[in-house]
């Protein structure tokens, strides 16, 4: 029964967001909530103005009713295991989707401003600061409050690490973090999508091997979603995901990190996003310190489109690299296992 639920999961939430592009694109389009593609860009790009942006609400929609299904497939077929069944775990998924979803509002917010209000830059760096910090902190809280005391972590390969009472704001600083290395990663067609599809296939694996058939449910709609959306989103896109689906994604990649109990493992499986952010990092520094810059243009996705790399082939690259440490990722959590 826990194999029927993921499929219709998937289903659902594949169907639900690919058939919901037929009708958010052309509203969107009337409403003239198009791209703004900036100066500063490749000079390409240009051709992307007026696309069509807060596609994230495409996937948001489709994975919520999507995890509501398979969830009440496994409720009442008698088919939940112990474990599954807990407060905590019950506790880690739907917290985990209210994260996502409070990290997709504030980019759509975000969005809004920008496409709605015509204020280019749209909410201000500590203005998003404050909300994003205060969702994680109300996410540590509500596992906490259900039960989840455990202030160890796993290390992938090594073993365990006791963080004490510095585990909550390590762990918050981690979740911000990690949402805003996912916002980075959307710059191209298809590459965040494509990459959290990825990364959405080995945490299937990863809560497989746990036993987490709740878990495992919002890691398959985070995978059919993506697929959904690039339908649309595929090079050359007929519509964004925004700060609305970018910050959900990394709200989404991070829940299921914290849910299966393994933050660290989104060193592996969000390689890329912290490829993505460290280059940002690097080139910043360095501009400051030295006038001078390491890439073309950052994040690194854009030097290599600077560089001549096609946008598909950028793509390919960067989801391949995902699938190899993500497959190491789960090696590492098979091993611990045994």
Sequence with gaps: MAGYASLITAV????????????LIP??????????IKEVGPTWHKNKQGTPVMGGLMFGTGILIAVAAGYLILKFSGTENMADGTVTAEARL????FMAFAYGFVGFVDDYIKMVKKRNLGLNAKQKLVMQFLIAVAYLACVYLAGDHSTIIPIPFIGQWDLGWFYYP?????IVGAVNAVNLTDGIDGLASSVTFVVGIAFIFICSLLNQAKMGLMAV????????????????????????????????????????GN??????????????TISDILQIGSFKLTGKRIFKMAPIHHHFEMSGWSENKIVFVFSAITLIF??????????SLN
């Design 12 to 23: 659902i939430a594949f169907g639900v967001t690919a058939l919901l592009g037929f009708i």
């Design 27 to 36: 509203v969107l389009r009337r409403l003239k909530l198009g791209q703004t």
């Design 94 to 97: 739907w917290a985990g989707l």
């Design 170 to 174: 390590a762990m918050v600083f981690v």
């Design 221 to 260: 709609a985070l995978a059919a979603g993506c697929v959904g959306f690039l339908v649309w989103n595929f090079h050359p896109a007929k519509i964004f995901m925004g700060d609305t689906g970018s910050m959900f994604l990394g709200g989404m990649v991070v829940a299921l990190a914290f849910g299966v």
């Design 263 to 276: 933050p660290v493992i989104l060193v592996f499986v969000g390689i890329i996003y912290l490829i993505e």
């Design 326 to 335: 993500s497959a190491l990722g789960v090696w590492s959590v098979y091993l």
